[in-house]
């Protein structure tokens, strides 16, 4: 019984996080996008910032790619890792030219989002727990099985 519970929890966590990575996606890839126009919100934004046009274009590609990265499990966590990136860039520049306490938040909520969501992903969680070896892996599928039965 407790194997199922957490085969279970374990496929719940799963979903979770595909919703999670839509949700990011969808806000990152639009962010990403609106700053390709120049003239746009963002252009004026970056100038009063002191960064140059490339720069927002930069940001933008990185968004709008780190964005769709997120949704590709085997670069996912690597995608997550370049947005959190932006994040911190994005709050550091927010807190030396003045930002207000929501705008401080939010920007942090995502970093650290990001940073969640690099870390569940497989790839980031084999550097920091032991990989499994194939023998154990077996033999807990095997437990599996018996208790199924």
Request: proline fraction near 4%; charge should be positive.
């Amino acid at each position: 019984m407790q194997l199922r519970d957490r085969h279970l929890h374990q496929r719940i966590r799963k979903v979770l996080l595909v919703l999670f990575a839509l949700y990011f996606t969808i806000m990152f890839v639009k962010n990403g996008y609106l700053k390709f126009d120049p003239e746009g919100f963002w252009g004026p934004a970056f100038e009063r910032w002191g960064y140059p046009v490339w720069f927002l274009f930069f940001i933008g590609v990185l968004e709008f790619g780190g964005g769709l990265a997120i949704l590709v499990p085997r670069i996912a966590p690597y995608g997550a890792l370049v947005l959190a990136v932006v994040m911190l860039g994005a709050l550091v520049t927010r807190l030396i030219h003045g930002v207000s306490f929501g705008d401080a938040s939010s920007i942090t909520f995502n970093m650290v989002a990001m940073l969640l969501l690099a870390y569940e992903h497989e790839p980031i969680k084999s550097l920091v727990y032991k990989k499994e070896s194939s023998a154990d892996s077996q033999l807990e599928r095997g437990r599996i099985e018996e208790s199924i039965r």
